[in-house]
């Protein structure tokens, strides 16, 4: 059963043109970058309300983060 589909993905994949793969690329990379900058101020957000917010925000960021 591999054996047929891989074969058939390498015959798909051989096929793709160039333009083709880089926007693939490209889209997975800026997916990428948006994910991480996600990250990165939900941490900063929770870093600065750490002090002061309630449990419940801190429950809701927390959920929120997971949900990605």
Known sequence: MLTPLLALWAVSTAQMPDTTARVRHGAARQAL?????????????????LGTA???????RARRLRER
Do not use: G
Not at 38 to 45: G, H
Not at 54 to 60: E, H, I, Q, R
């Open 33 to 49: 970058n948006d994910s991480i900058a996600a990250v990165q101020a939900a941490a900063v957000a929770f870093r600065v309300d």
């Open 54 to 60: 309630s449990s419940d925000l801190v429950l809701a």
